[in-house]
């Protein structure tokens, strides 16, 4: 049997297009336009100051982009701050 790290199944099932049912917590923020424009998820019992945050933002023309570092070497980890979202680089992943 192999192990497949818990962050590691969440992307996948995003990237497949399935909503993912692992018991995570979800906050949303919109856009001036009524739009979602940032989407997160942490560990239950995570405050919005703790770096225990996957976050991803819509941009109109790339559509969801996810907060990552642009090192390639970088596992996709819940690793952000919900507080800080306006200020990560989001990439296509």
């Not at 962050?7 to 018991?23: I, K, L, M, Y």
């Not at 995570?46 to 941009?59: A, E, G, L, P, Y």
């Not at 982009?65 to 996709?76: I, L, V």
């Amino acid at each position: 049997m192999s192990y497949t790290d818990p962050a590691e199944g969440f992307f996948n099932a995003f990237s497949q297009g399935v909503f993912p049912v692992f018991g995570l917590e979800r906050k949303a923020e919109n856009g001036s336009d009524g739009r979602l424009l940032y989407e997160g998820y942490c560990l239950p019992g995570s405050t919005v100051s703790q770096s225990r945050w996957v976050i991803r933002k819509f941009d109109s023309v790339a559509g969801w982009r996810w907060a990552r570092a642009a090192a390639a070497a970088e596992k996709f980890q819940f690793n952000k701050v919900w507080n800080d979202r306006a200020s990560y680089n989001y990439v296509d992943l």
